[in-house]
């Protein structure tokens, strides 16, 4: 079973690309250091050589991400949504688009690792939630457009990897009153991966924070 994992050096795509190595698989997490997704030609050099070290390719988790820092929607330049966009939505398009006919001769799987922000309006995150609505939308795009032989599926992580300072009011946006942790995304990711007949769907996992109101 091998695995390439974009974003794999950071909280969350390198919890995922732990546990993937836990439950056997082979993987390549690949960081800013191994080239800018947002760039095709670096996305295809990307999958080449995920496929070259690993002898194929079984699992692609689209985990890297960039552009999220508060600022108001009404301050936001062309700068701010180029970075919002670059590696979460085109990234997680031209490393998928590279690395279909791989997965389709391995019958594989891709995971998005998309965010709450998807499917809720946080004015202070505007080009985040845009960018990551879009890969949301990838989601059941490549679902349509690599059926029957791919599996696509997404998992909209909550409040997971949070600073200190901030746990204890995300806790409280939770039903559940605590935040998570990156290893709850790596575990359903690997749920995911064993969940044959789930594709063109995304897993919510944030302790029930779409349920609550508010805004970031």
């Known amino acids: ?32 250091a191994d080239g800018d997704v947002a760039r095709p030609d670096q996305a295809r050099a990307l999958v080449k050589r995920g496929v070259s070290e690993l002898g194929g ?9 960039e552009g999220f820092a508060p600022k108001s929607a009404l301050e936001l330049s062309d700068a701010d949504w180029e970075l919002a ?3 979460t939505a085109k990234g997680s398009f031209f490393v998928t688009q590279a690395a279909a006919p791989h997965l389709r001769e391995a019958r594989g ?18 080009a985040h939630c845009a960018a990551k609505a879009a890969q949301a939308m990838l989601t059941r795009v490549f679902a349509r457009a690599l059926a029957p032989e791919v599996r696509v599926c ?8 949070v600073s200190p300072e901030q746990e204890e009011r995300r ?33 919510v996992v944030d302790g029930g924070r779409l349920l609550q109101s508010g805004a970031a």
């Open 1 to 32: 079973m091998r695995a390439l994992v974009t974003g794999g050096t950071g909280r969350i795509g390198s919890a995922v690309a732990d546990r993937l190595r836990v439950a056997g698989w082979s993987v390549l997490a690949a960081g800013r």
């Open 57 to 65: 390719l079984d699992l692609l988790v689209n985990a890297a991400a």
């Open 85 to 87: 966009f670059g590696a």
């Open 109 to 126: 799987t891709v995971v998005m690792i998309e965010d709450v922000a998807a499917y809720q309006a946080w004015p202070a995150f505007a």
């Open 154 to 161: 997404g998992i909209a992580p909550g409040a997971v990897a």
């Open 171 to 203: 806790a409280a946006e939770t039903l559940l009153g605590r935040i998570g942790r990156p290893e709850d995304v790596a575990e359903a990711v690997v749920f995911l991966t064993g969940a044959s007949f789930v594709t063109g769907a995304s897993l």
